[in-house]
T-cell receptor, first 113, second 115 residues
Framework: KNQVEQSPQSLIILEGKNCTLQ??????????LRWYKQDTGRGPVSLTI?????NTKSNGRYTATLDADTKQSSLHITASQLSDSASYIC????????????FGKGTKLSVKP | NAGVMQNPRHLVRRRGQEARLRCSPM?????VYWYRQLPEEGLKFMVY????????ESGMPKERFSAEFPKEGPSILRIQQVVRGDSAAYFC?????????????FGSGTRLTVV
């Protein structure tokens, strides 16, 4: 069964600290993996997209890693800001022409002052 | 570019009524996808449409749900005879190409509440 599991479910950190969110997937065939940020009451916004051959990709203070062998990905947030408070969703795209997206349930991050 | 526009943002319907959710894709995008997000759950794929065509509706419930993307106007997700279990956030996404190599752009969603 194609699944995307994220941990932790929720996380509280202090402003300025770093954090790492985890994603494990059992999706086959694999096309790409993406991380989205979803603010409360808004639609998801793409942070990074990584294909099978990419190990790491950065977008400002966000750095995503991908280990296609162990089927794990992480999202590292550096020097967190209050505006980073949101749900972070790991999404894996199935290979093939239609390529459905399989969404994780997300990690809810709260950054406190 | 106004992005993907969904309306209404919030919709309240009584059981048995019809719900119509609208999605206008980004300018230049001809591929539209609908997703449903139940409370505390991840987004689930419902349907993928191009102009005047349904490409993949494998995620649509067999009854009461339908979707269209006419030649002119927005894409419509229609839910007939709504039940409490239909209460959810419905997100629309669009992309310029069917392979969405460039990724989707999501709208802000319509939150449907069935009372």
């Amino acid at each position: 069964k194609n699944q995307v599991e994220q941990s932790p479910q929720s996380l509280i950190i202090l402003e300025g600290k770093n954090c790492t969110l985890q994603c494990n997937y059992t999706v086959s065939p694999f096309s790409n993996l993406r991380w989205y940020k979803q603010d409360t009451g808004r639609g998801p916004v793409s942070l990074t997209i990584m294909t099978f051959s990419e190990n790491t990709k950065s977008n400002g203070r966000y750095t995503a890693t991908l280990d296609a062998d162990t089927k794990q990905s992480s999202l590292h947030i550096t020097a967190s800001q209050l505006s980073d408070s949101a749900s972070y969703i790991c999404v894996v795209r199935l290979g093939g022409s239609q390529g459905n997206l399989i969404f994780g349930k997300g990690t809810k991050l709260s950054v406190k002052p | 570019n106004a992005g993907v526009m969904q309306n209404p943002r919030h919709l309240v319907r009584r059981r048995g009524q019809e719900a119509r959710l609208r999605c206008s894709p980004m300018k230049g995008h001809s591929h539209v996808y609908w997703y449903r997000q139940l409370p505390e759950e991840g987004l689930k794929f419902m349907v993928y449409l191009q102009k005047e065509n349904i490409i993949d509706e494998s995620g649509m419930p067999k009854e009461r749900f339908s979707a269209e993307f006419p030649k002119e106007g927005p894409s419509i997700l229609r839910i007939q005879q709504v039940v409490r279990g239909d209460s959810a956030a419905y997100f629309c996404a669009s992309s310029p190409l069917g392979t969405e190599v460039y990724g989707y752009t999501f709208g802000s969603g319509t939150r449907l509440t069935v009372v």
